[in-house]
C-alpha cells in the first residue's frame, strides 16, 4: 500500500462558491472524496491536505519523506507563480509529483502564464475541471504500480 498526499494551496477551500465561471460548484471535500476513493479501490491510503500559509505547505511537503509519502498530487493554486520555496521544497522531498490546476492558467491572465512547478512535475493537468484531480491520481496509481513492476 503506497501513500499518496493530495495537496491544495490558497482558497482551495472556498471551491464550490468561488468565481464558479473558473472552478465550478464542485467543493473541496467533494474532490478529496472522490481522489480517496480512486486510491482506496485500488489499495492505497490517500490524505488531502489544505492550507493558506506558504509554510504551512511547506512543512508538509517537508514532512512528506519521514510520513512515507510515495506521490504528490499539489494544486498550487496562487503559489503557482509565486513560490520559490515551495518549488525548493518539492525538489528536496524527491518525492514525484503532479500539478493540478482546475482552471486552464494560460486561458487566463498573463502573470497567470509561468508556473515555478511545471518543469520539474512529472505531469501538469490543467483546465480539466475538478476531474483533473482524478486523472492524477489514476496517473499517479499507475506511476506507482509501474515503479513496483506491475
Given at each position: 500500500m503506497a501513500k499518496i498526499l493530495l495537496l491544495h494551496g490558497p482558497?482551495?477551500?472556498?471551491l464550490g462558491t468561488r468565481e464558479p465561471q473558473h472552478y465550478g460548484q464542485i467543493t473541496l471535500?467533494?474532490?478529496?472524496?472522490r481522489a480517496a476513493d480512486i486510491a482506496v479501490a485500488a489499495g492505497h491510503e490517500l490524505t488531502a491536505r489544505q492550507?493558506?500559509?506558504?509554510?504551512?505547505l511547506l512543512?508538509?511537503?517537508?514532512?512528506?519523506?519521514?510520513d512515507g509519502v510515495a506521490y504528490i498530487v499539489i494544486n498550487p493554486a496562487a503559489y503557482t507563480h509565486t513560490s520559490v520555496a515551495l518549488r525548493d521544497a518539492l525538489i528536496a522531498s524527491d518525492i514525484p509529483f503532479v500539478e493540478?490546476?482546475?482552471s486552464n492558467i494560460y486561458s487566463r491572465e498573463g502573470f497567470r502564464h509561468h508556473s515555478y512547478f511545471s518543469d520539474i512535475a512529472q505531469g501538469v493537468i490543467c483546465g480539466l475541471g475538478a476531474k483533473g484531480?482524478?486523472?492524477?491520481?489514476q496517473f499517479a496509481l499507475a506511476q506507482l504500480e509501474r515503479e513496483a513492476g506491475g
Open positions: 482558497n482551495l477551500n472556498l471535500a467533494e474532490i478529496n472524496q492550507t493558506n500559509a506558504e509554510h504551512e512543512e508538509i511537503v517537508q514532512s512528506a519523506v519521514a493540478v490546476h482546475i484531480y482524478e486523472f492524477a491520481v
